[in-house]
């Protein structure tokens, strides 16, 4: 079993759609990264969230420390919002352990 | 301010080879981490490096090496390449000493896509 497990992964909405993408972690961590990959492979860091929940534009990222689960929302989506979503934990080891990512693709 | 930049983008080798890829990290930071992306597969942990010197490893062999320099930008050098090398190969800085810190937030470069035939 992966320390992180996504879910799901590969998501199809239309543009307007509320989405959520989930992530659980078996690992005690300091802290949890959501992360954006575009086709070409740049990585866009999103989140750093260690407790309750944060915001930012039309993105939500929230994180339940105790059921080691976090979720990442997007309002309103929009097809240039397409793109992998990963998460990644900060654990004991000084290192990132990331999940294999969720494909989102918005359809206009 | 300049971003985390890699070079080179792409990159073509054979079995056996050799090679070298760098990092030049953000201004101002001194940690450097290096992934390896295998397709359609979340970063995997190679190493990082904070004032020079190592500061954690994941589970690649030892013909994974790296370095880091006084003006932090980092190399990653692979020998003997295996077919399984192929991948994107992933650095981020971040400035903090541990990167334990919630507060440490990592920058991305755009990746060198490395092909080994």
């Known amino acids: 079993k992966n320390e992180v497990e996504q879910s799901p992964q590969n998501l199809t909405a239309q543009e307007g759609e509320f989405i959520t993408i989930n992530c659980s972690y078996s690992?005690?961590?300091?802290?949890l990264h959501w992360l954006q990959q575009h086709p070409g492979g740049g990585i866009v860091s999103l989140f750093m969230?260690?407790?309750g929940k944060k915001k930012h534009g039309r993105l939500i990222a929230t994180i339940n420390i105790q059921e080691k689960h976090s979720s990442l929302h997007i309002t309103a989506s929009h097809p240039r919002d397409s793109a992998v979503y990963i998460c990644?934990?900060?654990?004991?080891?000084?290192?990132?352990?990331f999940g294999s990512g969720t494909q989102l693709t918005v359809l206009p | 301010e300049t971003g985390v930049t890699q070079s080179p983008t792409h990159l073509i080798k054979t079995r056996g080879q050799q090679v070298t890829l760098r990092c030049s990290s953000q201004s101002g930071h001194n940690t450097v981490s290096w992934y390896q992306q295998a397709l359609g597969q979340g970063p995997q942990f190679i190493f990082q490096y904070y004032r020079e010197e190592e500061n954690g490893r994941g589970n690649f062999p030892p013909r994974f090496s790296g370095l880091q320099f006084p003006n932090y930008s980092s190399e990653l050098n692979v020998n003997a390449l295996e077919l399984d090398d192929s991948a994107l190969y992933l650095c981020?800085?971040?400035?903090?000493?541990?990167?334990?810190?919630?507060?440490?937030?990592?920058?991305f470069g755009p990746g060198t896509r490395l092909t080994v035939l």
């Open positions: 690992v005690g961590i300091s802290a």
């Open positions: 990644a934990v900060l654990g004991s080891a000084r290192q990132l352990t």
């Open positions: 969230l260690s407790s």
């Open positions: 981020a800085s971040s400035l903090g000493g541990t990167g334990l810190s919630s507060a440490d937030t990592q920058y």
